[in-house]
């Protein structure tokens, strides 16, 4: 069974920055595979933030966040990243991480943006 680890949020001030991990384990992930980070606000619903394949080939953003956020892969570790500078209050969600492949979600880490 697929296990995703998320961790790395925490509070920080409007304007800084946090970097977001997630480790997979438990079963084989191949270079087509897509790796998401979702994020969901109180309230609100679960909205995608980027993915990425295992390969780098394939990247997608949101546009809330594009040019802010950046998701990255380090296959020998089977971990995504994703690196969110200039954060805003309106960031403040848990974020998710998600494995298509095996439809799979992590518990979630908690990312809070005072302002």
């Known amino acids: 069974q697929v296990q995703l680890v998320e961790s790395g949020g925490g509070l920080v001030q409007a304007g800084g920055s946090l970097r977001l991990s997630c480790a997979a384990s438990g079963r084989t992930f191949s270079n087509y595979d897509i790796m998401h980070w979702y994020r969901q606000a109180p309230g609100k619903e679960r909205e995608f933030v980027a993915g990425i394949s295992w390969s780098g080939g394939w990247l997608r953003y949101a546009g809330a966040v594009k040019g802010r956020f950046t998701i990255s892969r380090d296959n020998a570790k089977n971990t995504v990243y994703l690196q969110m500078n200039s954060l805003k209050p309106e960031d403040t969600a848990i974020y998710y991480c998600?494995?298509?492949?095996?439809?799979?979600w992590g518990q979630g880490t908690q990312v809070t943006v005072s302002s």
């Open positions: 998600y494995a298509d492949r095996y439809d799979y």
